[in-house]
């Protein structure tokens, strides 16, 4: 059984440009979320999905960033016009039980260094 | 809002050494969900243990084990018969609605 996957692990861009990155989740998980992660912090939710359904954003989620799953299956989260800000590790995670147990499990996550 | 608080910034512990890592939580919802992530430097955020605010025993997941105190808020990770592979940031959070809430975290160095 694989595991969610991100792709890239790595990018590095230039202040201005857009960038997209792609989530694979565990095959038969209908929910996925998007997580930020800054240097010495952890993780703060972005956004989620259940199915293709956006459900949920969080107000870190500013007008430049944008997510989609198109059939429920994949997904990405590109960033529009990038300032050094958003430099951070973006990660991915999916599950597939409802309720306060429900375990999410995470990507490897893509390093994303804004110049 | 939840919060997560872990107040240890960095933690040694020598090889085979059990270890405590602290976690508090402050939550209005009457039933919720505790995590403990493991993060090494690769990145990968990968799960450890879960306990329910209703389950009547601490949850353990083979040398993972986890001190529940409700009345306290407290949610601290034992690790018994530590590894140099434990050597990571260690996250504790709960569930907020869809998202989980982390804390800031705390590094865990084994040494030989």
């Known amino acids: 059984d694989t595991g969610v996957s991100q792709d890239p692990r790595h990018k590095i861009t230039k202040r201005g440009q857009n960038v997209t990155f792609r989530c694979d989740p565990i095959s038969e998980h209908n929910r996925l979320y998007w997580y930020r992660q800054t240097l010495g912090q952890g993780p703060e939710f972005l956004t989620y999905?259940?199915?293709?359904?956006?459900?949920?954003k969080s107000r870190l989620l500013s007008d430049r960033f944008s997510a989609e799953r198109p059939k429920g299956s994949f997904s990405t989260l590109e960033i529009q016009r990038t300032e050094q800000g958003d430099s951070a590790m973006y990660l991915c995670?999916?599950?597939?039980?409802?309720?306060?147990?429900?375990?999410?499990?995470f990507g490897p996550g893509t390093r994303l260094l804004v110049l | 809002a939840q919060k997560i608080t872990q107040t240890q910034p960095g933690m040694f512990v020598q090889e085979k050494e059990a270890v405590t890592l602290d976690c508090t939580y402050d939550t209005s919802d009457p039933s919720y969900g505790l995590f403990w992530y493991k993060q090494p430097s690769s990145g990968e955020m990968i799960f450890l243990i879960y306990?329910?605010?209703?389950?009547?025993q601490n949850a353990t997941e083979g040398r993972y084990s986890l001190n529940f105190q409700k009345a306290r808020k407290s949610a601290n990770l034992v690790i018994s018969a530590s590894q140099l592979g434990d050597s990571a940031m260690y996250f504790c959070a709960t569930r907020s609605g869809y998202a989980l809430n982390f804390g800031k975290g705390t590094s865990l160095l084994v040494t030989p």
């Open positions: 999905f259940q199915n293709e359904a956006q459900l949920e």
């Open positions: 306990q329910g605010s209703y389950d009547q």
């Open positions: 995670a999916s599950s597939s039980v409802a309720g306060v147990e429900e375990t999410q499990y």
